[in-house]
Antibody, heavy 120, light 108 residues
Framework: EVQLVESGGGLVQPGGSLRLSCAAS????????MSWVRQAPGKGLAWVSA????????YYADSVKGRFTISRDNSKNTLFLQMNSLRAEDTAVYYC?????????????WGQGTLVTVSS | EIVMTQSPATLSVSPGERATLSCRAS??????LAWYQQKPGQAPRLLIY???TRATDVPARFSGSGSGTEFTLTISSLQSEDFAVYYC??????????FGQGTKLEIK
């Protein structure tokens, strides 16, 4: 059974940093691109960042470019999102999501999400 | 940048009736279109990919159609568990998948 379990969310002050993790199991993690998708309270879904299966390619939405860094540890089946210079508008539930097949662009499995709140 | 627009924002339908949800792309995305269902407090669930292919374990009452810029998700006979928010997503330019703003399907 495929499982994606996010952790690391919480309350942080504007300008602060947070590191999210996503522990994957039930599939060959190193064979799939992975993404982070966020959802602000009461709002829709927004793609944030993606990483290729090997980790050699990383991609970001314009809204987070230069502030967020996606990475992965294929030996530990874990996806990360380092978030720096956080702003109030980054407040959201952050989901990690697995590409349906490598680099397909649509997601057949999602984690349960972790809430990030940026507030003073 | 391609913009995805869903309509209507809210759709009120009675159980047992048919629901038709629309998604429009500002430029052609060919058949690179997915639909997701999201219930309150839950993660999204993949329903349709390739504009018309049902994902694993998705009931046959869900169907997708369209190509290019106009897409439709049809639920043929609404069950109580189908009332949720539905999102379309284009994925023709990996990995920058853009979502529509969602359609809330509510009980009439």
């Amino acid at each position: 059974e495929v499982q994606l379990v996010e952790s690391g969310g919480g309350l942080v002050q504007p300008g602060g940093s947070l590191r999210l993790s996503c522990a994957a199991s039930g599939f060959t993690f190193s064979s799939y691109a992975m993404s982070w998708v966020r959802q602000a309270p009461g709002k829709g879904l927004a793609w944030v960042s993606a990483i290729s299966d090997s980790g050699g390619g990383t991609y970001y939405a314009d809204s987070v470019k230069g502030r967020f860094t996606i990475s992965r540890d294929n030996s530990k089946n874990t996806l990360f999102l380092q978030m720096n210079s956080l702003r109030a508008e980054d407040t959201a539930v952050y989901y990690c999501a697995k590409d349906s097949w490598d680099s397909s662009g649509y997601f057949n499995y999602w984690g349960q999400g972790t809430l990030v709140t940026v507030s003073s | 940048e391609i913009v995805m627009t869903q309509s209507p924002a809210t759709l009120s339908v009675s159980p047992g009736e048919r629901a038709t949800l629309s998604c429009r792309a500002s430029q052609s995305v060919s058949s690179n279109l997915a639909w997701y269902q999201q219930k309150p407090g839950q993660a999204p669930r993949l329903l349709i990919y390739g504009a018309s292919t049902r994902a694993t374990d998705v009931p046959a009452r869900f169907s997708g159609s369209g190509s290019g810029t106009e897409f439709t998700l049809t639920i043929s006979s609404l069950q109580s568990e189908d009332f949720a928010v539905y999102y379309c997503q284009k994925y023709n330019n990996w990995p920058r998948g853009t979502f529509g703003q969602g359609t809330k399907l509510e009980i009439k």
